[in-house]
């Protein structure tokens, strides 16, 4: 049974800094993997899909890298802002196809203070 | 273009009360599901359609839920009786069915947040 895990649970960082953000998976054979950042009361924001042959993804300050033999992937947010807070959540999917369902982690809530 | 949308925004209903939950998918997308995050645990898988069929209901908890997806569009997740376990949000995303790299990623509504009281 695939279980996913992300460390830290809560995160508080001063504005402008940089900050990793951790997420393993019992199961490697995944198919993809996807962060997700949920803002309150709001729905999930997809960020970032990596496929299980690429080792990282970037958009914008988000760099996300996936190390899939150890199960581990990371997502690094470069000069935080407070816009930034949120709760992010790292799902995995171990089909491919016609896009199976997602195992999720239980988020890691960041604040960015001024 | 819409995105995934849900309603209610927000439910409160008694113990042995139903519920009804609408989710309106990307339109062209072939693949719903739903999903449900109870308080304090992470986001849960419970079923999965393909167009109005049920690929994968694994993750429904028990008999008193009831997901439908008439023709292939909107779906419904109705629950009859609600119990006080039932609280949670509620969240339904869509994708593509074919596998083309992005594509399959999911999007997700705002979430429907039942409260049973």
């Known amino acids: 049974k695939q279980e996913v895990t992300q460390i830290p649970a809560a995160l508080s960082v001063p504005e402008g800094e940089n900050l990793v953000l951790n997420c393993s998976f019992t199961d490697s054979a995944i198919y993809n993997l996807q962060w997700f950042r949920q803002d309150p009361g709001k729905g999930l924001t997809s960020l970032l899909l990596?496929?299980?042959?690429?080792r990282e993804q970037t958009s914008g300050r988000l760099n996300a890298s996936l190390d899939k033999s150890s199960g581990r992937s990371t997502l690094y947010i470069a000069a935080s802002q407070p816009g930034d807070s949120a709760t992010y959540l790292c799902?995995?999917?171990?089909?491919?196809?016609?896009?199976?369902?997602?195992?999720f982690g239980t988020g890691t809530r960041l604040q960015v203070t001024l | 273009e819409a995105g995934v949308t849900q309603f209610p925004s927000h439910s409160v209903i008694e113990k042995g009360q139903t519920v009804t939950l609408r989710c309106d998918p990307i339109?062209?997308?072939?693949?719903l599901y739903w999903y449900r995050r109870v308080m304090g645990k992470e986001i849960k898988f419970l079923l999965h359609f393909v167009k109005e069929s049920k690929q994968d209901e694994s993750g429904m908890p028990n008999n008193r839920f009831l997901a439908e997806r008439t023709g292939g569009t909107y779906s419904t997740l109705k629950v009859q009786p609600a119990e006080l376990e039932d609280s949670g949000v509620y969240f339904c995303?869509?994708?593509?069915?074919?596998?083309?790299?992005?594509?399959?990623?999911?999007?997700f509504g705002q979430g429907t947040r039942l409260t049973v009281v």
């Open positions: 339109s062209g997308h072939d693949n």
């Open positions: 799902a995995v999917r171990l089909y491919p196809g016609t896009a199976s369902k997602l195992t």
């Open positions: 990596i496929q299980s042959s690429q």
């Open positions: 995303a869509s994708s593509f069915s074919r596998d083309r790299g992005r594509k399959t990623e999911a999007f």
